[in-house]
């Protein structure tokens, strides 16, 4: 079983619509959980991090942590074709990893007109 | 957020040779993170670099290949070594942002082709 893993997709959403992105992890130590945003030949960048379980908001974006199921989820309402881009999920503190971030293979997101 | 100069952006080099990358971060981290992307592919960490100590390698890549240096807290440089055509990908390095927010911060990249 993979450290953490992802749909890989693509994920197509209309316009306006609400992306709805998935990843689950195997070690229930893992301690926080992030979001990142990677455009095609550019470097990730950092969208969400949540480490506490529930729901965190920021703009269009919401983050949500479940540690009993290990599951953390990406909610991007009003999709905007600019928001079509490879999500990756990443995790920390996962047994012997320490600080490192291990990260799953990642969801192309593709927004529609 | 922290800042992280990378460079160089791009390379295209012979096999056989060697690619010294270099990331420079705007603020003193302890610890410095090298990644490698192939094509098509997730992140994969190849070490993590701290001031004044060895490298850890993960398994699969060994330090013959990649030594790394990190002769300061602002500083890390990465070798790909004796490169062959396989060695093509993208070489990110990521520190954990002292900053704020939580998060970790990645430079730019550097997108390595072997011919």
């Known amino acids: 079983q993979k450290e953490v893993e992802q749909n890989s997709g693509p994920l197509s959403v209309p316009e306006g619509a609400i992306a709805s992105l998935n990843c689950t992890y195997s070690?229930?130590?893992?301690?926080?959980f992030f979001w990142y945003r990677q455009y095609s030949g550019k470097s990730p960048e950092l969208i969400m991090s949540?480490?506490?379980?529930g729901d965190k908001e920021d703009g269009r974006f919401t983050a949500q942590l479940n540690k009993a199921s290990q599951y953390v989820s990406l909610l991007i309402r009003d999709s905007q074709p600019s928001d079509s881009a490879t999500y990756l999920c990443?995790?920390?503190?996962?047994?012997?990893?320490?600080?490192?971030?291990?990260f799953g293979t990642g969801t192309q997101l593709k927004v529609e007109l | 957020s922290a800042v992280i100069s990378q460079k160089p952006s791009r390379d295209i080099c012979q096999r056989g040779t060697s690619l010294t990358i270099q990331c420079q971060v705007d603020?003193?981290?302890?610890?410095m993170f090298w990644y490698r992307q192939q094509p098509g592919q997730s992140l994969t960490l190849i070490a993590t670099a701290n001031q004044g100590s060895e490298a850890t390698y993960e398994s699969g890549f060994v330090i013959d290949k990649f030594p790394i240096s990190r002769p300061n807290l602002t500083f890390s440089t990465l070798t790909v070594s004796n490169m062959s055509p396989e060695d093509s990908s993208i070489y990110l390095c990521s520190v954990e942002d002292p900053r704020g927010p939580y998060g970790y911060t990645f430079g730019s990249g550097t997108r390595l082709t072997v011919v």
């Open positions: 949540i480490y506490s379980n």
């Open positions: 070690d229930r130590v893992s301690q926080s």
């Open positions: 990443a995790v920390n503190g996962l047994t012997g990893g320490g600080n490192k971030l291990t």
């Open positions: 603020s003193q981290v302890t610890m």
